[in-house]
């Protein structure tokens, strides 16, 4: 099995940053895409930013140029780092990764979620 356990939301102000993290474990032989993505009340859930194992990426136009998203492969950990926030940036936001089993079997992950508010 494979838990993904998320941490860094909050409160926060609008034009203030937060950091969330990532970090996945358990029966882990290789990680490759890992993203973000982002549920806010009443609306869909959508990707927010992603990352392959080679470092590339891809965001949301709305978060393009606030948002960076990141990795430590030796962690198995991946980051958004949120600047200039927005209240519509509030969500609670959920990590994924594309996990390839010591079996060498890939599955898809998810995190539980942790919510990000952002006051005006």
């Known amino acids: 099995q494979v838990q993904l356990v998320e941490s860094g939301g909050g409160l926060v102000q609008a034009g203030g940053s937060l950091r969330l993290s990532c970090a996945a474990s358990?029966?882990?032989?290789?990680?490759?895409?890992m993203g973000w993505y982002r549920q806010a009340p009443g609306k869909q859930r959508e990707l927010v930013a992603a990352i392959s194992s080679g470092g590339n990426t891809n965001y949301a136009d709305s978060v393009k140029g606030r948002f960076t998203i990141s990795r430590d492969n030796a962690k198995n950990t991946v980051y958004l780092q949120m600047n200039s926030l927005k209240p519509e940036d509030t969500a609670v936001y959920y990590c994924s990764a594309e996990v390839v089993h010591t079996t060498l079997k890939e599955y898809d992950y998810w995190g539980q979620g942790t919510q990000v508010t952002v006051s005006s």
């Open positions: 358990g029966s882990i032989f290789s990680i490759n895409a």
